[in-house]
Structure formats: structure tokens, C-alpha cells
């Protein structure tokens, strides 16, 4: 599932793996929405569909009911995310048992934020305390069954006292069992060639796959930055403030900045990327095919 590490953007090379992330929706238009998106990515060979898990509640449950629609509808290789919140053990070793029985092969394993209003993360009772402890969790009782992935933080987790701690950390996490990293999203490249650097410094062997959201706006630029420990270049944030109110082009401008970031890494030899796509269909099948993926019939080996 996860990219073969040798690949690059040349003709004559595999091509780029395409990962996308979706959403369990939350209202009828939403559900509406990711059938829709799913159904106009299909047919451009998205290596796999993740879809995150909520921080409580019935969204929960929709992680694993939407993740088997796209499964059985669409034919994606879904991985469904995980996370320890408010979780005990039992429970999180339950759910993996069942998306072993409903035929996932794949899943995200991650320790999940602390609840809204509060600033430390806290392990619910006979729950657990860090991501890795779940890889742990789950390559102990299912063995090979699911390839891992794990969340790597370019710069850092926004947590972590030091890059160097943090990197300490994704590389016990993956000592674990990981089988590839997807990263936090980033809008400047420069952050993401260091930390892979750092990565295999640090004896890390698995994929990397760079996390990119084309952004169509600055107000959500904004917010992703604020949500998720991300720096807005000066740049970006000059090209979308110059486009004041025309949503248009401040949407192309984003998917512009986006497909630059795509090209640099696939022209540096980075296998495959990640699009945070918030269940759109529109601004990742522009990047797509501004970046010429996938590639017509003939040109792939
Ligand atoms: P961890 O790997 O446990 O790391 C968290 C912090 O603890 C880091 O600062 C790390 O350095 C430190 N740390 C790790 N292990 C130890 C240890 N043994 N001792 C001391 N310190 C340690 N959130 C959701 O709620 N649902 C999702 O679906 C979701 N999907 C995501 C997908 C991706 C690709 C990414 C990048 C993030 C996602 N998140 C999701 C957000 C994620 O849950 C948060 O970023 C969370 O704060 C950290 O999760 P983690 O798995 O990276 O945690």
C-alpha cells in the first residue's frame, strides 16, 4: 500500500502513488458529498483512500460504515484511521478486530488530540498514552494482517519540546511496526526535505509520504495553519491576499501553489504524496491533471 521507496516522476518509472484523505460525513449533504468525490476520483488510480476517525461519538461509527462504502462501492483500498481517545485497550483491540472482519487490510494508527478546551492530551483509564503503543497494539494481535501507517510532523508535533525529541519518538513509533508515514500537511517544501532528511538519520527506512492540501482560501489557510501547527509562506499568504474577495482566483491560486509543492517533490524523487482533499473532488482532479497524473494509457511501464 504504501509508495516503493526508488520511484520518481520520470516517464520510464512507475507512477507517482496518489493517496487521498476523506471525512466521515456528519449531515445528509456531507454523505452526499463523499459519494460524489469518491465517484469522481475513482477512475484515477488513487493508490489508497484513508478516512479519519472523530473525537467522539457517532462520527465514529461512520469512520467504519463510509470506509466499507468505498470499499464496496468504488473499489478503494480504504485505511481507516484510529485514534486512543477515550478509549480503554479492550476497546481499541475490539475495533481492530473488527476491521479485520470487515476486510480492511490497512489502518492509520494515531494518539488523536486532547479534547476541545484542553491543552494536554490524557489517556482514558487502561487506555493508551501515545500512538505507538497502538502500533504496538496492533501488530501484536494481528500480526501482518494490516499495513500501519503513522503521522510524522514536519518541523515537529506541535507537543514536542525539540525536533530531536519528536524525532526520537516517530522512530520508536515505527520501531513498532509502522509500514509508512503520512506527514501533517505544509505549505513550503523546505519543511519537508529536512525532516525526511532527518527521518533516515534517524535509521527510518519506511515511505514518507508528504501530506498536501490545495487550499482555496486564505481564511482556511489561516485556519488549517492555527489547527495544525503548519506555517503560511509569506508568499502564499501575499498571492491570497491579493485576491481579496474573488473566491476564483483565490482558488486557483491555491491549487497553483499546490501543484508547484507536488512537482518540486515528485521531481526530487518523492514517490507519492498525500491530498487532504476534505471530501472536494474539484480541487484535487485539477491538480491532478495540472501535474499530468495519472498518465494516459502507454506511458506507464
Ligand atoms: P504520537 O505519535 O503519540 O505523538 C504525540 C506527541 O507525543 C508528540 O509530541 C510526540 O513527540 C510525543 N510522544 C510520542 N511518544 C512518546 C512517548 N513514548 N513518550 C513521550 N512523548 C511521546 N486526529 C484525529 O483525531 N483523527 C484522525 O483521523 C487524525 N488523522 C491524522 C492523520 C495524519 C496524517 C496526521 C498527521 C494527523 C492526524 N490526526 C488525527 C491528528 C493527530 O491525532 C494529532 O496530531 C495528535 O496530536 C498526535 O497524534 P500522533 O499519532 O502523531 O501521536
Request: proline share 8%.
Amino acid at each position: 500500500m504504501p509508495p516503493t521507496p526508488s520511484s520518481t516522476a520520470h516517464p520510464e518509472q512507475p507512477a507517482p502513488r496518489v493517496s487521498v484523505e476523506f471525512f466521515p460525513p456528519k449531515t445528509e449533504e456531507g454523505a452526499r458529498q463523499i459519494l460524489k468525490t469518491a465517484q469522481a476520483l475513482q477512475a484515477h488510480g488513487i493508490a489508497f483512500a484513508s478516512i479519519t476517525y472523530g473525537a467522539g461519538g457517532s462520527t465514529r461509527e461512520r469512520t467504519i460504515e463510509y470506509g466499507e462504502l468505498l470499499q464496496q462501492l468504488f473499489h478503494y483500498r480504504v485505511v481507516p484511521h484510529l485514534t486512543c481517545v477515550g478509549h480503554t485497550r479492550d476497546e481499541l483491540a475490539g475495533i481492530t478486530d473488527r476491521l479485520a472482519n470487515t476486510g480492511f487490510t490497512g489502518i492509520m494508527a494515531l494518539r488523536g488530540d486532547p479534547p476541545r478546551g484542553e491543552t494536554e492530551f490524557r489517556a482514558s483509564e487502561n487506555g493508551l498514552a501515545h500512538a505507538s503503543e497502538l502500533v504496538a497494539l496492533i501488530r501484536k494481535r494481528h500480526g501482518g494482517r494490516f499495513t500501519i501507517g503513522v503521522a510524522g510532523y514536519p518541523g515537529k508535533h506541535p507537543e514536542a519540546p525539540t525536533e530531536a525529541e519528536d524525532m526520537k519518538w516517530l522512530a520508536h513509533k515505527v520501531a513498532q511496526g509502522a509500514d509508512f508515514i503520512t506527514t501533517q500537511l505544509f505549505f513550503d517544501n523546505a519543511a519537508y526535505f529536512p525532516f525526511a532528511s532527518r527521518c533516515r538519520a534517524a535509521g527510518i527506512t519506511i515511505p514518507i509520504i508528504p501530506g498536501i492540501l490545495p487550499i482555496t482560501s486564505l481564511e482556511q489557510a489561516l485556519k488549517f495553519c492555527h489547527t495544525c501547527g503548519a506555517a503560511l509562506p509569506a508568499a502564499l499568504g501575499r498571492r491570497l491576499t491579493e485576491c481579496g474577495t474573488d473566491a476564483v482566483a483565490a482558488h486557483t491560486a491555491g491549487i497553483e501553489w499546490a501543484c508547484a509543492q507536488v512537482r518540486e517533490l515528485l521531481a526530487r524523487g518523492v514517490p507519492g504524496f498525500h491530498l487532504y482533499i476534505l471530501n472536494r473532488a474539484r480541487p484535487a482532479l485539477e491538480l491532478l491533471r495540472q501535474v499530468g497524473l495519472p498518465r494516459p494509457p502507454g506511458n506507464t511501464p
